[in-house]
């Protein structure tokens, strides 16, 4: 079992950046790998970032070069670097741990960009 909790959502400006925190109650080593969604009003919930227990990463092609998904294996804490943000990155955004078969969420941030 793995409890998530995160923070550092809000509300910015477009242009702005925020950092997302995501708190694992176990080593994000011990993970398969961790990620970011997110889920816009009306819309489905989609893959923003992931990175592996290896440190391996990878990203939607709408935030390539914008966003950036790290670890801080002695805090258990993976974090979502979030700069140049638009309007449309405004969305609830979710933390994930994979550890298989098993899958785990966070209860969610809200980000707001206003233009």
């Known amino acids: 079992q793995v409890q998530l909790v995160e923070s550092g959502g809000g509300l910015v400006q477009a242009g702005g950046s925020l950092r997302l925190s995501c708190a694992a109650s176990?080593?994000?080593?011990?993970?398969?790998?961790m990620g970011w969604y997110r889920q816009a009003p009306g819309k489905q919930r989609e893959l923003v970032a992931t990175?592996?227990?290896?440190?391996?990463?990878n990203y939607a092609d709408s935030v390539k070069g914008r966003f950036t998904i790290s670890g801080d294996n002695a805090k258990n804490t993976v974090y979502l670097q979030m700069n140049s943000l638009k309007p449309e990155d405004t969305a609830v955004y979710y933390c994930?741990?994979?550890?298989?078969?098993?899958?785990?969420w966070g209860q969610g941030t809200q980000v707001t960009v206003s233009s």
């Open positions: 994930n741990a994979a550890s298989f078969p098993n899958s785990y």
């Open positions: 176990r080593s994000i080593f011990s993970l398969n790998f």
């Open positions: 990175i592996t227990s290896g440190g391996g990463t």
